[in-house]
Structure formats: C-alpha cells, structure tokens
C-alpha cells in the first residue's frame, strides 16, 4: 500500500490512541455509575474524568491535524452514497468526541465539583453551580456516551466489512502496523 493511499503515522497514532482512551473511559464511566459514594467512587470519578480531557485534547489535535494534512482517498470502489455515510460518521464522532468531554465539565461544574486534570491543573467551572442543571447534563453526558457507543459500534463493523467482505483497504490505510493484514 502505498504512502499517498495511507494515513500519516501522526493521524494513526492519534486515532488509535483516542480508540484507546475510549475503550477505558466507557466502561469506567458505567462501572462507578453504579456504586455507592465512597473514596473509591470518588477517585473512579477523576479518573473518568481525566480521561475525558485527554480525549478532548485528542481531538482538537486530530481536527488540528487533519485540518492541515488531507486524510487519503477512500478506495474507488466504495459506492459514492457509502463514502457519504463514511463522512457523515466520522463528522458525528468528531463531534460527539468535542460534546462528551464538554458535557461532563460543565455537569461538574454544574454539580459544584471542579474538574482537576491529572490532580495538577483545576479547569475553570464552566456554569455556576445549579442542581436542576447538573441533573440535566447528567442526562444529556449519559445519552451521548450510549451515541458514541452506537456509533463507534458501526464505525468498526464497517472497516471490518471492507477488509473481511469487501477485501479492500479501508481498515489497512489505519493500522499502526506496516501494510497490515
């Protein structure tokens, strides 16, 4: 595969680690749902949330990076109206990647709990403390995680269908890995 056909090893990295991070924040996010309010819970909760701003600042620098170096075209051979829904979702998780981090600082800030990046830098609070609407963005955080879920579910049933049915270089021009399998 050639170089022009692939993603630079910059825009690899960065999907992948942003894959990663999602992969441990989900399901952190719904373990610490369900216990009690002890210390525990509480230093779940600065992981998540910790794990949320490294996410945000994941995708500014993937639009950042984007925005500056053009992704490879996808395969000729990928109908127009596939290449639309392709575009369609990688514009919704981009955009739900910006959303969720946000909408889980401002339901902190909401609540009246800063948001303290690795335990070193406290975020500014982004709304004033108001119950009705940390309630609210509890809700809203929560829906939009099921989204992304859904989302992100279709987005890797779809590169695996290119690369096991299809047989084309839709999953290949993102592994980290050379020409990949």
Do not use: C
Request: proline share 7%; charged share 10%; no cysteine.
């Amino acid at each position: 595969m050639s170089s022009a056909t692939r993603y630079t090893a910059t825009a690899i990295s960065l999907h992948w680690l942003t894959a990663l991070f999602i992969f441990a924040t989900f399901p952190l996010g719904v373990y610490m749902h369900e216990l009690a309010l002890s210390p525990l819970k509480l230093q779940l909760i600065n992981y998540h949330k910790w794990l949320g701003v490294t996410i945000l600042l994941l995708t500014v620098a993937r639009l950042a990076w984007r925005a500056t170096h053009t992704p490879p075209p996808l395969p000729e051979t990928i109908p127009p109206w596939q290449q639309r829904v392709a575009h369609g979702l990688h514009l919704l998780l981009y955009a739900l990647l910006l959303v969720i981090p946000l909408s889980g600082w401002l339901m902190s800030s909401a609540k009246g709990f800063p948001v303290v990046y690795l335990g070193l830098v406290q975020l500014p609070d982004l709304v004033a403390k108001d119950k009705a609407l940390g309630e609210l963005l509890t809700t809203v955080h929560q829906t939009l995680n099921f989204g992304l879920l859904a989302l992100v579910g279709m987005h890797i049933a779809a590169a695996l269908k290119h690369h096991f049915i299809e047989h084309d270089a839709t999953l290949r021009r993102m592994l980290p890995f050379g020409k990949g399998i």
